[in-house]
């Protein structure tokens, strides 16, 4: 039954991964999300689950426990932890809007430490060669639109970014290839995946073995002849086959994951790959596209990239802005215990990060700011509840091909809960008057 | 997520049944976990772990100068520990924080 206060909300945007697709409709009653249609599974359960485990108070650890605190108080104390430290570091920021992340530049100016974000361990690497060889990329219009031959290489969009094959590539419907049978799809990978199931073609990697059939396709392409018959696992003839692939195709994509930028190799694995394009350019047209994965990660560098320069791991400590990967990167510095004190927003930084790291940012004190509990609030000093953003808070957000996108909230946050921006800002506010005096 | 995906040619081999816990180590640590038949076909020889809190005891902070972590591609062992027990993942966290 259809009551005054229900309400159909159409054209939302989702919160979840990089493909923020702008086409979910979602039914609203009394200040509640009852279903979230059109998107997949985990865009319909980060809606209808935004209530679940979540704390409506903030927190301050007193005698080694969290106790609930006025806003104030929190915000206060945050200021105090930041105000104090000699080199604190602000990480995060994939799971939030652009507006929350320039507040978060500030304030890490002010402070003087250094502002990192997930990018660090997901496509970081994909940065740094990036600033090495340039990408050819574009929009995923593009893709859809006119792409006949699409690679996902190191990626497993079924399940890490559910609706890209149909929004963006494969099973799209663009204005020039409308259907599947229009469109050739390869999946490489060290396992077939899901994504591979959908493929015409799988061609399985040997573990870290990537570098090397980068480059032995690299030579196919160029037509030089490869001297092993078998490179990393694949057969000279299946690599010279994918070659031509690729070279007899009218536009062709490539969107590459973490099997890239995580296994051995890292950035040299994506430089080689970035390099296949920019030659197959010279044949063909032909695009690549990092698969990134929060949902506005994309956001978060570049907003630190327009703002300082630098798309992650930038150090404010001296006073202006440096970039050192391996040195002013967040893994990096907790390995060495340099950080003081940190603040971890729109992330879960000891469900991510490895043992090592996890343990020695427990030694320190943490402000967690995040719409749910997570393993993080556990070992915070600080824990501030705040609003989700694309469900209950308003921002900018940008797609994993750069477009920025206006998100749509639903509903409203719940009383007392605050946006991530108001919460940087409040702490930026008492910082600025710790610093001065006034 | 406390889970590690094998082959079910390697399972046999290791006299592992489905479901049934296991040790995996690394260089930098190990865990336990449940082992699993693939749910995507897996190589011999490669084992797949969910990203998460589990996965994290066996990886490095190691970056070499990129501020990526080695999250794929690392030697790992896998041995049957049918009556170690899986952590939950607040004492798993409280274990890494007492390190």
């Known amino acids: ?438 | 997520m406390a889970v590690c995906e094998l082959s079910p040619e390697d399972l046999g081999a290791l006299g592992i049944t489905h479901g049934q816990n296991v040790k995996v180590a690394t260089e930098t640590g190990s865990v336990i976990v449940r082992a699993v038949i693939a749910s995507q076909p897996l190589p011999r020889g490669v084992i797949f772990m969910p990203y998460g809190p589990w996965a994290n005891m066996l990886i490095s902070t190691e970056t070499y100068g990129t501020g990526m972590p080695p999250f794929k591609g690392i030697q790992a062992e896998v041995t049957a520990a049918a009556n170690d027990k899986i952590l939950d993942v607040k004492t798993l966290v409280e274990q890494v924080t007492r390190g």
């Open chain 1, 1 to 438: 039954m259809t009551t005054l206060s229900k309400k159909i909300i159409s054209n939302v945007v989702c919160p979840f991964c990089g493909s923020t697709c702008d086409d979910l409709e979602v039914t609203v009653e009394d200040g509640k999300v009852l279903t979230a249609r059109s998107g997949c599974s985990s865009s319909s359960s980060k809606f209808l689950s935004c209530n679940i485990e979540r704390p409506l108070t903030p927190f301050i650890r007193k005698d080694g426990e969290l106790r609930e605190a006025s806003y104030e108080d929190a915000v206060h104390r945050s200021a105090e932890i930041l105000a104090n430290a000699k080199y604190p570091v602000l990480y995060g920021w994939g799971s939030t809007c652009n507006e929350a992340v320039r507040a978060g530049l500030e304030l890490t100016e002010w402070v003087g430490g250094v502002i990192d974000n997930t990018a660090t361990f997901c496509h970081g690497p994909s940065l740094l060669a990036s600033q090495e060889v340039g990408m050819s990329t574009g929009t995923l219009g593009e893709a859809m639109h006119q792409a006949d031959l699409i690679i996902y290489w190191g990626s497993n969009p079924v399940h890490s970014h559910p609706h890209h094959i149909m929004r963006y590539s494969a099973l799209s419907k663009g204005r020039f290839r409308s259907s599947r049978k229009e469109r050739r799809m390869v999946v490489v990978d060290v396992r077939r995946t899901d994504s591979a199931k959908l493929a015409d073609q799988f061609i399985q990697v040997t573990p870290n073995g990537d570098y090397e059939l980068l480059c032995a396709l690299r030579m196919a392409v160029r037509g030089d002849e490869l001297e092993q018959n078998v490179v990393a696992g694949v057969p000279a003839e299946r690599i010279e086959e994918l070659a031509e692939l690729m070279i007899s195709c009218e536009f062709g994509v490539l969107f590459f994951g973490l099997g890239l930028t995580a296994s051995e190799g890292r950035h040299r694995n994506v430089d080689v790959a970035l390099s296949l394009v920019r030659d197959l350019n010279a044949r063909t047209k032909f695009l690549i596209f990092p698969m990134r994965g929060h949902f506005d990660i994309t956001g978060a560098c570049q907003v630190s990239a327009w703002i300082t320069g630098f798309p992650y791991g930038v150090d404010m400590s001296q006073g202006y802005p440096r970039y050192n990967p391996g040195d002013t990167t967040m893994i990096d510095i907790l390995a060495r215990k340099d950080c003081d004190a940190a603040v971890v927003i729109g992330a879960d930084a000891a469900s991510n990060f490895p043992a090592k790291a996890t343990r020695n940012l427990a030694k320190i004190p943490v402000i967690s700011i995040d719409p749910h509990s997570s393993p993080t609030a556990l070992i915070s000093e600080v824990v501030f509840p705040s609003s989700f953003v694309g469900i209950e808070t308003g921002g900018v957000i940008y797609r994993m091909d750069g477009v920025a996108i206006m998100t749509k909230p639903v509903i409203p946050p719940p009383p007392g809960v605050h946006s991530d921006v108001e919460i940087l800002q409040d702490i930026l506010s008492h910082v600025k008057k710790l610093k001065t005096g006034q």
